[in-house]
Protein backbone atom coordinates (compact mmCIF):
# COMPACT_ATOMS: atom_id res chain seq x y z
CA UNK A 1 0.00 0.00 0.00
CA UNK A 2 1.42 3.21 -0.85
CA UNK A 3 1.24 6.36 1.71
CA UNK A 4 0.92 9.99 1.94
CA UNK A 5 2.39 12.50 3.73
CA UNK A 6 1.12 15.36 4.60
CA UNK A 7 3.67 18.07 7.15
CA UNK A 8 1.47 21.64 6.45
CA UNK A 9 2.08 21.07 2.65
CA UNK A 10 0.31 19.14 -0.39
CA UNK A 11 3.09 16.48 -0.82
CA UNK A 12 2.36 13.64 -3.82
CA UNK A 13 1.49 10.07 -2.42
CA UNK A 14 4.03 7.36 -2.66
CA UNK A 15 3.51 3.69 -3.99
CA UNK A 16 5.76 1.11 -2.96
CA UNK A 17 8.58 0.19 -5.47
CA UNK A 18 7.56 -0.90 -9.15
CA UNK A 19 8.29 -3.44 -11.55
CA UNK A 20 9.69 -6.85 -11.15
CA UNK A 21 13.09 -6.14 -10.51
CA UNK A 22 15.32 -6.45 -7.76
CA UNK A 23 14.52 -4.04 -5.86
CA UNK A 24 10.67 -4.39 -6.67
CA UNK A 25 7.91 -4.96 -4.10
CA UNK A 26 6.80 -7.68 -6.34
CA UNK A 27 10.38 -9.21 -5.38
CA UNK A 28 10.56 -7.93 -1.78
CA UNK A 29 7.26 -8.63 0.03
CA UNK A 30 7.04 -12.59 0.77
CA UNK A 31 7.06 -11.36 4.72
CA UNK A 32 3.61 -9.65 3.89
CA UNK A 33 2.89 -12.31 1.68
CA UNK A 34 3.05 -15.27 4.63
CA UNK A 35 0.35 -14.33 6.79
CA UNK A 36 -2.44 -15.23 3.77
CA UNK A 37 -1.63 -19.09 4.56
CA UNK A 38 -2.75 -18.22 8.35
CA UNK A 39 -6.13 -16.22 7.32
CA UNK A 40 -6.91 -18.23 4.84
CA UNK A 41 -8.94 -20.78 6.44
CA UNK A 42 -10.68 -18.56 9.05
CA UNK A 43 -11.98 -15.80 6.50
CA UNK A 44 -13.17 -18.88 4.10
CA UNK A 45 -14.88 -20.33 7.54
CA UNK A 46 -16.61 -16.09 8.23
CA UNK A 47 -17.50 -16.22 4.34
CA UNK A 48 -19.23 -19.34 4.10
CA UNK A 49 -20.75 -19.09 7.59
CA UNK A 50 -21.96 -15.19 7.95
CA UNK A 51 -21.97 -14.00 4.45
CA UNK A 52 -25.56 -12.63 4.28
CA UNK A 53 -25.82 -11.16 0.71
CA UNK A 54 -28.19 -10.86 -2.49
CA UNK A 55 -26.20 -10.50 -5.47
CA UNK A 56 -28.08 -9.00 -8.52
CA UNK A 57 -28.34 -11.01 -11.57
CA UNK A 58 -27.29 -7.46 -13.73
CA UNK A 59 -24.18 -6.69 -11.11
CA UNK A 60 -22.90 -9.91 -9.52
CA UNK A 61 -20.97 -10.03 -6.95
CA UNK A 62 -18.37 -7.01 -6.21
CA UNK A 63 -14.79 -6.99 -3.85
CA UNK A 64 -12.75 -5.32 -2.96
CA UNK A 65 -9.08 -4.99 -2.47
CA UNK A 66 -7.73 -1.26 -0.43
CA UNK A 67 -4.21 -1.97 -0.66
CA UNK A 68 -3.43 -4.31 -3.64
CA UNK A 69 0.12 -2.73 -4.67
CA UNK A 70 1.21 -4.44 -7.55
CA UNK A 71 -0.90 -7.39 -6.91
CA UNK A 72 1.45 -9.90 -5.70
CA UNK A 73 0.05 -10.83 -3.01
CA UNK A 74 -3.32 -9.82 -3.38
CA UNK A 75 -4.27 -12.52 -6.53
CA UNK A 76 -3.65 -15.25 -3.87
CA UNK A 77 -6.21 -13.40 -1.69
CA UNK A 78 -9.08 -12.99 -4.12
CA UNK A 79 -8.51 -16.44 -5.30
CA UNK A 80 -10.06 -17.72 -2.80
CA UNK A 81 -12.06 -15.07 -1.41
CA UNK A 82 -13.83 -15.60 -4.40
CA UNK A 83 -14.24 -19.42 -4.70
CA UNK A 84 -15.23 -19.12 -1.52
CA UNK A 85 -18.13 -17.07 -2.46
CA UNK A 86 -18.99 -19.19 -5.68
CA UNK A 87 -19.59 -22.52 -2.79
CA UNK A 88 -22.89 -20.13 -1.45
CA UNK A 89 -23.91 -18.48 -5.56
CA UNK A 90 -22.81 -20.39 -7.64
CA UNK A 91 -23.90 -18.52 -10.67
CA UNK A 92 -23.15 -15.32 -9.50
CA UNK A 93 -20.44 -13.04 -11.79
CA UNK A 94 -17.57 -11.55 -9.72
CA UNK A 95 -15.90 -8.42 -10.00
CA UNK A 96 -12.74 -7.36 -8.43
CA UNK A 97 -11.98 -3.86 -7.66
CA UNK A 98 -7.91 -3.52 -6.84
CA UNK A 99 -7.69 -0.02 -4.87
CA UNK A 100 -4.29 1.74 -4.70
CA UNK A 101 -3.32 5.70 -5.03
CA UNK A 102 -3.47 6.82 -8.66
CA UNK A 103 0.42 6.36 -8.55
CA UNK A 104 0.80 2.90 -8.16
CA UNK A 105 1.89 0.53 -10.61
CA UNK A 106 -1.32 -0.65 -11.80
CA UNK A 107 0.21 -1.56 -15.07
CA UNK A 108 2.43 -4.47 -13.31
CA UNK A 109 -0.51 -5.40 -11.63
CA UNK A 110 -2.48 -5.85 -14.29
CA UNK A 111 -0.01 -7.21 -17.00
CA UNK A 112 0.64 -9.93 -14.24
CA UNK A 113 -3.22 -10.93 -13.92
CA UNK A 114 -3.87 -14.78 -13.16
CA UNK A 115 -4.92 -15.79 -16.70
CA UNK A 116 -7.43 -18.65 -14.70
CA UNK A 117 -9.35 -16.34 -12.32
CA UNK A 118 -12.80 -16.45 -12.18
CA UNK A 119 -13.39 -12.37 -11.80
CA UNK A 120 -13.22 -9.70 -14.03
CA UNK A 121 -10.87 -6.90 -12.98
CA UNK A 122 -11.19 -3.57 -12.49
CA UNK A 123 -8.64 -0.71 -11.21
CA UNK A 124 -9.81 2.14 -8.63
CA UNK A 125 -7.38 4.75 -7.73
CA UNK A 126 -7.58 6.88 -4.79
CA UNK A 127 -7.04 6.96 -1.90
CA UNK A 128 -8.92 4.44 0.97
CA UNK A 129 -9.60 6.79 3.96
CA UNK A 130 -12.56 8.12 1.64
CA UNK A 131 -15.26 7.41 -0.82
CA UNK A 132 -14.45 5.58 -4.06
CA UNK A 133 -17.35 3.52 -5.01
CA UNK A 134 -20.87 4.04 -5.36
CA UNK A 135 -23.34 3.54 -2.32
CA UNK A 136 -24.10 0.04 -1.26
CA UNK A 137 -22.68 -2.09 -4.58
CA UNK A 138 -19.80 -3.54 -2.49
CA UNK A 139 -20.36 -7.18 -1.19
CA UNK A 140 -17.15 -8.05 0.11
CA UNK A 141 -14.08 -5.76 1.56
CA UNK A 142 -10.49 -7.21 1.95
CA UNK A 143 -7.13 -4.97 2.83
CA UNK A 144 -3.85 -6.64 4.11
CA UNK A 145 -0.56 -4.88 5.38
CA UNK A 146 -2.63 -0.98 3.95
CA UNK A 147 -4.15 0.27 7.48
CA UNK A 148 -0.90 0.94 9.22
CA UNK A 149 -0.84 3.53 6.81
CA UNK A 150 -2.02 7.28 8.02
CA UNK A 151 -4.18 9.67 5.97
CA UNK A 152 -1.50 11.83 6.76
CA UNK A 153 1.11 12.77 9.49
CA UNK A 154 -0.39 14.04 12.44
CA UNK A 155 0.47 17.54 12.80
CA UNK A 156 1.71 18.00 15.98
CA UNK A 157 4.66 16.21 15.38
CA UNK A 158 5.73 18.63 12.89
CA UNK A 159 5.22 21.70 15.07
CA UNK A 160 7.86 22.99 16.78
CA UNK A 161 5.86 24.32 19.67
CA UNK A 162 4.22 21.25 20.35
CA UNK A 163 5.21 18.74 22.78
CA UNK A 164 4.71 16.30 20.32
CA UNK A 165 7.16 17.60 18.21
CA UNK A 166 9.04 14.67 16.97
CA UNK A 167 13.06 16.53 16.71
CA UNK A 168 15.34 14.01 15.18
CA UNK A 169 13.36 10.62 14.92
CA UNK A 170 11.36 9.86 11.78
CA UNK A 171 8.67 7.76 13.86
CA UNK A 172 7.17 7.52 17.26
CA UNK A 173 9.09 5.53 19.82
CA UNK A 174 8.90 1.77 19.78
CA UNK A 175 8.79 0.57 23.36
CA UNK A 176 7.86 3.88 25.10
CA UNK A 177 4.74 6.03 24.80
CA UNK A 178 5.18 9.77 25.22
CA UNK A 179 3.16 12.46 23.12
CA UNK A 180 4.79 12.06 20.16
CA UNK A 181 3.38 8.40 20.18
CA UNK A 182 -0.28 9.41 21.52
CA UNK A 183 -0.36 12.05 18.54
CA UNK A 184 0.32 9.19 15.75
CA UNK A 185 -2.30 6.95 18.00
CA UNK A 186 -5.75 10.08 17.60
CA UNK A 187 -4.48 10.16 14.14
CA UNK A 188 -4.63 6.23 13.44
CA UNK A 189 -7.76 6.48 15.12
CA UNK A 190 -9.29 9.42 13.11
CA UNK A 191 -8.16 7.77 9.95
CA UNK A 192 -9.84 4.23 10.82
CA UNK A 193 -12.72 5.57 11.21
CA UNK A 194 -13.22 7.67 8.10
CA UNK A 195 -11.97 4.15 6.34
CA UNK A 196 -15.10 2.18 8.07
CA UNK A 197 -17.47 5.47 7.47
CA UNK A 198 -15.79 5.26 3.93
CA UNK A 199 -16.81 1.31 3.28
CA UNK A 200 -20.75 1.61 5.79
CA UNK A 201 -21.58 3.76 2.17
CA UNK A 202 -20.00 1.79 0.32
CA UNK A 203 -20.85 -1.79 1.63
CA UNK A 204 -24.09 -3.89 1.09
CA UNK A 205 -25.81 -4.83 4.80
CA UNK A 206 -24.61 -8.47 5.55
CA UNK A 207 -21.74 -8.21 3.50
CA UNK A 208 -18.05 -8.78 5.14
CA UNK A 209 -14.99 -7.17 5.35
CA UNK A 210 -11.86 -8.96 6.16
CA UNK A 211 -8.83 -6.40 7.58
CA UNK A 212 -5.34 -7.80 7.71
CA UNK A 213 -4.06 -5.21 10.17
CA UNK A 214 0.00 -5.30 11.19
CA UNK A 215 0.35 -4.45 14.50
CA UNK A 216 2.05 -5.02 18.22
CA UNK A 217 1.70 -6.73 20.94
CA UNK A 218 0.41 -5.19 23.81
CA UNK A 219 3.79 -6.48 26.01
CA UNK A 220 6.72 -7.59 24.40
CA UNK A 221 10.93 -7.06 25.54
CA UNK A 222 12.54 -4.30 24.13
CA UNK A 223 16.21 -5.65 25.13
CA UNK A 224 15.87 -8.77 23.86
CA UNK A 225 12.63 -8.44 21.08
CA UNK A 226 11.80 -6.21 17.96
CA UNK A 227 8.97 -5.05 16.08
CA UNK A 228 8.41 -2.67 12.55
CA UNK A 229 9.18 0.46 14.67
CA UNK A 230 11.99 -0.44 16.13
CA UNK A 231 13.43 -1.17 12.30
CA UNK A 232 12.25 1.83 11.56
CA UNK A 233 13.47 3.66 14.39
CA UNK A 234 17.06 2.20 13.67
CA UNK A 235 16.84 3.49 10.07
CA UNK A 236 15.94 6.94 11.15
CA UNK A 237 19.47 6.79 13.68
CA UNK A 238 21.08 6.18 10.45
CA UNK A 239 19.86 9.27 9.01
CA UNK A 240 20.76 11.11 11.95
CA UNK A 241 24.13 9.83 11.12
CA UNK A 242 24.17 11.24 8.04
CA UNK A 243 23.13 14.48 9.46
CA UNK A 244 26.25 14.20 11.75
CA UNK A 245 28.64 13.51 8.38
CA UNK A 246 27.28 16.40 7.01
CA UNK A 247 25.70 14.23 4.74
CA UNK A 248 22.03 16.18 5.13
CA UNK A 249 20.66 18.76 7.65
CA UNK A 250 18.89 17.88 11.12
CA UNK A 251 16.91 20.73 9.72
CA UNK A 252 16.01 18.04 6.93
CA UNK A 253 15.09 15.06 9.00
CA UNK A 254 13.06 17.29 11.11
CA UNK A 255 10.24 18.37 8.63
CA UNK A 256 9.99 14.80 8.11
CA UNK A 257 8.35 11.55 9.72
CA UNK A 258 6.76 8.72 8.64
CA UNK A 259 2.70 8.55 8.24
CA UNK A 260 2.08 4.98 9.76
CA UNK A 261 1.08 3.44 13.32
CA UNK A 262 1.28 -0.10 14.41
CA UNK A 263 -1.94 -0.46 16.71
CA UNK A 264 -2.09 -3.08 19.29
CA UNK A 265 -5.14 -5.39 19.09
CA UNK A 266 -6.82 -3.22 22.34
CA UNK A 267 -6.74 -0.08 20.72
CA UNK A 268 -7.74 -1.71 17.15
CA UNK A 269 -10.76 -3.51 18.98
CA UNK A 270 -11.60 0.26 20.76
CA UNK A 271 -11.96 2.14 17.20
CA UNK A 272 -13.92 -0.96 15.70
CA UNK A 273 -16.39 -1.12 18.52
CA UNK A 274 -17.19 2.29 18.06
CA UNK A 275 -18.62 1.63 14.68
CA UNK A 276 -22.51 1.96 14.62
CA UNK A 277 -22.25 0.36 10.77
CA UNK A 278 -19.78 -2.91 11.68
CA UNK A 279 -20.30 -5.73 14.04
CA UNK A 280 -16.67 -7.65 15.22
CA UNK A 281 -17.41 -11.21 14.08
CA UNK A 282 -14.38 -12.29 14.77
CA UNK A 283 -10.49 -10.93 15.85
CA UNK A 284 -7.77 -12.73 15.83
CA UNK A 285 -4.16 -12.60 16.54
CA UNK A 286 -2.11 -14.26 14.21
CA UNK A 287 1.56 -14.82 14.15
CA UNK A 288 3.52 -14.70 10.55
CA UNK A 289 4.90 -17.93 9.74
CA UNK A 290 6.70 -15.95 6.78
CA UNK A 291 8.78 -13.62 9.00
CA UNK A 292 11.48 -16.45 8.07
CA UNK A 293 11.79 -15.16 4.72
CA UNK A 294 14.15 -12.16 5.19
CA UNK A 295 17.17 -14.88 6.39
CA UNK A 296 19.41 -12.30 5.70
CA UNK A 297 20.60 -9.20 6.75
CA UNK A 298 20.59 -8.18 2.43
CA UNK A 299 17.32 -9.58 2.41
CA UNK A 300 15.77 -7.08 5.53
CA UNK A 301 17.21 -4.76 4.29
CA UNK A 302 15.73 -5.09 0.51
CA UNK A 303 12.64 -5.36 2.27
CA UNK A 304 12.45 -2.24 3.77
CA UNK A 305 14.43 -0.25 0.60
CA UNK A 306 11.18 -1.72 -1.93
CA UNK A 307 8.65 0.14 1.22
CA UNK A 308 10.22 3.33 1.51
CA UNK A 309 12.73 4.07 -1.13
CA UNK A 310 10.39 6.28 -2.94
CA UNK A 311 8.86 8.46 -0.14
CA UNK A 312 12.55 8.60 1.37
CA UNK A 313 14.06 9.93 -1.87
CA UNK A 314 11.36 12.57 -2.71
CA UNK A 315 12.31 13.90 0.88
CA UNK A 316 15.85 13.93 1.24
CA UNK A 317 16.85 12.89 -2.25
CA UNK A 318 17.97 10.00 -4.50
CA UNK A 319 21.29 10.70 -3.99
CA UNK A 320 21.86 9.71 0.05
CA UNK A 321 19.49 6.39 -0.74
CA UNK A 322 22.42 3.53 -1.56
CA UNK A 323 24.50 5.09 1.35
CA UNK A 324 21.37 5.04 3.71
CA UNK A 325 20.69 1.56 3.29
CA UNK A 326 24.26 0.26 3.45
CA UNK A 327 24.07 1.87 6.86
CA UNK A 328 21.17 0.42 7.70
CA UNK A 329 22.59 -2.71 6.26
CA UNK A 330 25.55 -2.55 8.93
CA UNK A 331 23.86 -1.65 11.78
CA UNK A 332 21.69 -4.60 11.33
CA UNK A 333 24.66 -6.63 11.32
CA UNK A 334 26.12 -5.35 14.16
CA UNK A 335 22.79 -6.28 16.35
CA UNK A 336 22.24 -10.05 17.82
CA UNK A 337 18.76 -8.92 18.56
CA UNK A 338 17.57 -7.79 14.91
CA UNK A 339 19.88 -11.29 13.34
CA UNK A 340 17.44 -13.70 14.66
CA UNK A 341 14.02 -13.60 13.32
CA UNK A 342 12.60 -15.17 16.19
CA UNK A 343 12.75 -11.89 17.75
CA UNK A 344 10.50 -10.62 15.57
CA UNK A 345 7.51 -10.12 17.75
CA UNK A 346 5.15 -7.82 14.99
CA UNK A 347 1.52 -9.42 15.08
CA UNK A 348 -0.87 -9.21 12.37
CA UNK A 349 -4.98 -8.90 13.92
CA UNK A 350 -7.20 -10.64 11.82
CA UNK A 351 -10.79 -8.52 11.96
CA UNK A 352 -13.89 -9.58 10.27
CA UNK A 353 -16.84 -7.40 10.56
CA UNK A 354 -20.72 -7.65 8.76
CA UNK A 355 -22.18 -4.78 7.46
CA UNK A 356 -25.10 -4.28 10.10
CA UNK A 357 -28.56 -3.84 8.22
CA UNK A 358 -29.89 0.00 8.23
Known amino acids: MASMINIGRE ?40 LNIKPSVKNGVSIAD ?32 FNDVASNDFNTLFTSLPPTRIYHATGVPGDFHGRLLPESSLHFAYSSWSLQWLAQVPEAVADRSSLAWNRGAILYPAAKSNEVGEAYLEQYGKDMEAFLESRSVEMVGGGLMALLVPGVPQVWDPQSEYTIPCDINLLGSCIMDMAKMGRLSEAKIDSFNLPYYFTTPQQLKSILDRSHSFSIERMEILDNPRKHSLPSINARTAFYRAVHERLLADHFGGEIIDELFDLYKKKLAASPVFRNPNNDKTIVILAMLKRKAD
Open 66 to 97: FGCSTGHNSFPAMDFITQAINHIHTSAEFQVL
Open 11 to 50: LPLFPMNAGIGPRSYVQNSSYQRGILDVAKPIIEEEILEK
